[in-house]
Nanobody
């Protein structure tokens, strides 16, 4: 059974930093694109960042220059380093992967998702 488990969320002041982790188990995700999404209260879930199996990276415009996505295939772990945090970054953050290798399409609701970790940025 596949599991994605996020950790590292918390409460931080504006301008601060957090590093999120997503531990994968149940199968190797080295050949999968891995994603970070977030969902703020009352809003739809939105794409944050993506890293492919080959290391190509994409970010949503609002986090460019502040967030860094990375992966450690040996540890089966995905990371999101978040710097210069803003109150509008407050959300539940999810890691996810599509249900197929070598696929860059956004994960569907029934693909692989973690349970989420809360990030709260105070002003």
């Amino acid at each position: 059974q596949v599991h994605l488990v996020e950790s590292g969320g918390g409460l931080v002041q504006a301008g601060g930093s957090l590093r999120l982790s997503c531990a994968a188990s149940g199968r190797s995700f080295s050949n999968y694109a891995m994603y970070w999404f977030r969902q703020a209260p009352g809003k739809e879930r939105e794409f944050v960042a993506r890293i492919s199996w080959s290391g190509s990276i994409s970010y949503t415009d609002s986090v460019k220059g502040r967030f860094t996505i990375s992966r450690d295939s040996a540890k089966a772990t995905l990371y999101l380093q978040m710097n210069s945090l803003k109150p509008e970054d407050t959300a539940v953050y999810y890691c996810a992967a599509p249900d197929a290798t070598y696929r860059l399409s956004l994960p569907k609701p029934d693909d692989y998702w973690g349970q989420g970790t809360q990030v709260t940025v105070s002003s």
